[in-house]
């Protein structure tokens, strides 16, 4: 079984920051794209930042020059770097990954359970 498991949030003061990181564990062939994205209060939820497995980055432009995404390939591990945190960052956070397990032919996507992030005014 393929897993992902999310770490780091916590509440925060604005204009703190905080690191993210998203664990994959379990019988892993290969990790395609990897993201974060993240759910407000009464909002769907939205796309933060995706990287490629080559290390190609995009970002929501709401945190463009704020939040940096990457990943360590060798540990399977997805990280968010979120500086300059606003109140509007408020949100449970989410991992996504694209994954191919050991014995199958496809990847598909796997999401983590979330992690809650809260910024205090």
């Known amino acids: 079984q393929v897993q992902l498991v999310e770490s780091g949030g916590d509440l925060v003061q604005a204009g703190g920051s905080l690191r993210l990181s998203c664990a994959a564990s379990g019988s892993i062939f290969g990790i395609n794209g990897m993201g974060w994205y993240r759910r407000a209060p009464g909002k769907q939820r939205e796309l933060v930042a995706v990287i490629s497995s080559s290390g190609s980055t995009n970002y929501a432009d709401s945190v463009k020059g704020r939040f940096t995404i990457s990943r360590d390939n060798a540990k399977n591990t997805l990280y968010l770097q979120m500086n300059s945190l606003k109140p509007e960052d408020t949100g449970v956070y989410y991992c996504?990954?694209?994954?191919?397990?050991?014995?199958?032919?496809?990847?598909?996507?796997?999401w983590g359970q979330g992690t809650q992030v809260t910024v205090s005014s």
């Open positions: 996504n990954a694209e994954i191919r397990s050991s014995g199958g032919l496809y990847a598909r996507p796997y």
